[in-house]
């Protein structure tokens, strides 16, 4: 059975800090993604990184800010995400993706996980 489990989220004010992780399991897959979704919003990519080679590709709005990291022998994915803004504030989803490139379109993602609330305030 796959699965792709996110946790970590929570409250904090601007320029404060949060670490995500996501736990995948049931198959192989080869790259990771976070996305997230604001209310009225439409889902956004956020970063991704491959397992093998630890290959990333971000966001403009995250560049500098976030970053994404792999422990491979703990299937686990972590966003640390530093100096965090109002407008972070969204429902952030860990994806598993089949490909072995760092996308950034949520169709190459095959497995999503339940989602985790990051709210910043002013």
């Known amino acids: 059975q796959v699965q792709v489990v996110e946790s970590g989220g929570g409250l904090v004010q601007a320029g404060g800090s949060l670490r995500l992780s996501c736990a995948a399991s049931?198959?192989?897959?080869?790259?990771m993604g976070w996305f997230r979704q604001a209310p009225g919003n439409e889902r956004e990519f956020v970063a991704a990184?491959?397992?093998?080679?630890?290959?990333?590709y971000y966001a403009d709005s995250v560049k500098g800010r976030f970053t994404i990291s792999r422990d491979n022998a703990k299937n686990t994915v972590y966003l640390q995400m530093n100096s965090l803004k109002p407008e972070d504030t969204a429902v952030y989803y860990c994806a598993a993706s089949g490909r072995g490139l760092p996308t950034g379109r949520s169709g190459d993602y095959d497995y999503w996980g339940q989602g985790t609330q990051v709210t910043v305030s002013s």
């Open positions: 990184i491959t397992w093998s080679g630890g290959y990333t």
């Open positions: 049931g198959r192989t897959f080869y790259t």
